[in-house]
Each structure stands twice: as structure tokens, then as C-alpha cells.
């Protein structure tokens, strides 16, 4: 019997976009309310109940409801939202976390899927941290680009509606308040909250995370190569793992740091960039927002917890 997904929030950007992504598959099989019964409370508990796994698309106090619908010990759930992320009892679904994390979803009842913000910063810093060579309580600050499908409908509907007219690069959360902080504190194992200073572009998907590193404030300053040995170790560690680590290289501009290169895929490429003379250093990732970022995270956890 084929394993049944039920996508609760299936007509929003990520639902559609993980539909899309299931779409050739013939090992699975997608149910769906029916069109008439959508606004039923009783028919979202009654389809929760119904599936294998549950991939919740929804705002955060939805994904909680539907999470208080399910009644069973059997159906298991994928939350992409927030509600979850740093929640006990909900394991955190970047698989390449750690060598150990792809297990721990495999086994899991409940994944809280990655934001695409925290995930790129994730991926070079806690390797980092770990490896001792910055320290826990180190003074972090993310920028980037993303595409304005990370907004959601109504962004991607204004985006649309301006054409060229649009900003090619706005800036937001400028109240240093992104919902995404606590999980990016969390998993790149940091003691202080970071300042995360996003931004949106003029194209539909993709994105680039930076972390830029004052390291002169250190009792040992690690060097450029030392800090992507940490970090290509890390990954090459892990199995099945779709992060890759671009090879150390001093260059003034690299044309695969595109945010729209991994469009479509589930990868994510990180670089480091360093001048040692200088105790400065960047981290920076590249990945779709939309795959790796949310969809293709999902469905990559889904075949983790079907042993697919």
C-alpha cells in the first residue's frame, strides 16, 4: 500500500510547490479535501488522520490547530511554518545538521521544516562553532538576497503588479525582530541572538545568505583555510547530504554566487571567502529559497521518514 501525504495548505506558495515537486511520483499517494469541504474544521481532521504524513503549509496558529487535530499515534507531520521550530519534541528537518540528524528525522513523529533564512547560516556556522574555532558567545550578523516568493502570495502578487518598477533590493526587518532568530540561535549553537538583516529582490526565487566575520577580537584568530577545512569536514561526513562546499580559493567575484543558480533543485553550495591579514572572513550559501529553503527541504524530510 503506498504511503498516503496529506498537504494541509496545499494552494500556497510552498503547498503548490511541493505538489509540484510530487507530482511524477508513483510511489505515493496524495489525498486531498474536496473542493466543497476546504473551510471544514472536521474534514482537516478528518484527511490529517487519514495520511502517513501530514506537510503542514500554513501560518503558525493553523499549523498548531491542525497539529491538535490529529488524534492518532500514526500519522506523522512535516510543519513548514514556524510554530514549531525550536519546539520540544520536534525534531529540527536540515538533515546535514549534523552526521546523526538524517536518522533522527528518519525516526521522528514530528520535523519542523527549516525557515530559508537561518539555513545557509546554519550550515557555516555551526560547523564552526563546534570545531571551537568561534566561540558560542561570537557577535554574528546575517544579510543576503532573496527572491519575493519568500513573501508569500501577497508579495509575489505586488512584485508581479509593479513589473520592472519593483525594488530591486529591499531591505526588511528592519525592526530586528525576524521570526526566524530563535531557530538560527539555536541550531548554529549560538548564546546571543544575531542580527539578521534581510532583503528582497526583483526575481521570483533564490537566494544568498552572507556572514561577514570580524575574527581579530579573538584570543586565536583562525585563518581562511582553517575555517573551510571545518566546514567542508562537517559535510563530507554526512551521507546522502545535498550541501556542498566549493573549494577554498581567494577570488575578487565567483559567477556561480548567483541567487537564482540552484533554481529548481534542493542543493545549497557554500563558500568561504577570507583575508587573513585582515582577521576577516565570509561565509556565504547559495540555494533556492523555495527548494532546499521550504518545498524541497519537505519533501527531501518526507522521504527520510518513509525510509524512501
Not at 151 to 156: A, H, K, S, W
Not at 265 to 282: E, G, H, I, P, W
Request: with cysteine; proline share 6%.
Amino acid at each position: 500500500m503506498k504511503p498516503k501525504i496529506f498537504i494541509d495548505g496545499e494552494h500556497g506558495t510552498t503547498g503548490l510547490q511541493i505538489r509540484a515537486l510530487l507530482a511524477e511520483r508513483s510511489d505515493l499517494e496524495i489525498i486531498s479535501i474536496p473542493v466543497e469541504r476546504r473551510k471544514e474544521t472536521a474534514a482537516r481532521a478528518e484527511f490529517l488522520n487519514a495520511a502517513d504524513i501530514a506537510i503542514l503549509c500554513l501560518p503558525d496558529d493553523a499549523a498548531k490547530e491542525s497539529v491538535s487535530l490529529i488524534t492518532n499515534d500514526t500519522t506523522k507531520v512535516i510543519d513548514a511554518s514556524t510554530a514549531h521550530r525550536v519546539a520540544e519534541g520536534w525534531e529540527y528537518g536540515f538533515a546535514e545538521l549534523d552526521r546523526e540528524q538524517a536518522k533522527k528525522i528518519a525516526t521522528a513523529k514530528r520535523v519542523a521544516n527549516p525557515g530559508c533564512w537561518p539555513q545557509g547560516p546554519i550550515a557555516t556556522l555551526r560547523p564552526l562553532v563546534t570545531a571551537g574555532l568561534l566561540p558560542a558567545n561570537f557577535p554574528i550578523a546575517v544579510n543576503g538576497i532573496t527572491g519575493y516568493s519568500g513573501g508569500g502570495r501577497p508579495m509575489i502578487e505586488d512584485y508581479v503588479a509593479r513589473g520592472e518598477d519593483a525594488s530591486e533590493f529591499l531591505p526588511y526587518g528592519l525592526t530586528l525582530q525576524h521570526k526566524h532568530v530563535p531557530e538560527l540561535k539555536a541550531y548554529a549553537k549560538l548564546s546571543h541572538d544575531p542580527i539578521m538583516q534581510p532583503a528582497v529582490g526583483n526575481f521570483a526565487q533564490g537566494m544568498i545568505t552572507v556572514v561577514p566575520l570580524q575574527l581579530g577580537g579573538l584570543d586565536r584568530v583562525p585563518t581562511g583555510p582553517e575555517l573551510h577545512a571545518a566546514i567542508a569536514d562537517h559535510f563530507a561526513a554526512i551521507k546522502g547530504g545535498v550541501v556542498e562546499v566549493a573549494p577554498y580559493a581567494h577570488l575578487e567575484r565567483v559567477p556561480d554566487i548567483d541567487p537564482e543558480i540552484y533554481n529548481g533543485t534542493n542543493r545549497m553550495k557554500v563558500y568561504v571567502f577570507a583575508n587573513d591579514s585582515r582577521a576577516q572572513a565570509l561565509l556565504l550559501a547559495v540555494y533556492d529559497n523555495l527548494g532546499k529553503g521550504a518545498s524541497g527541504a519537505a519533501v527531501q524530510n518526507m522521504d527520510l521518514m518513509l525510509g524512501l
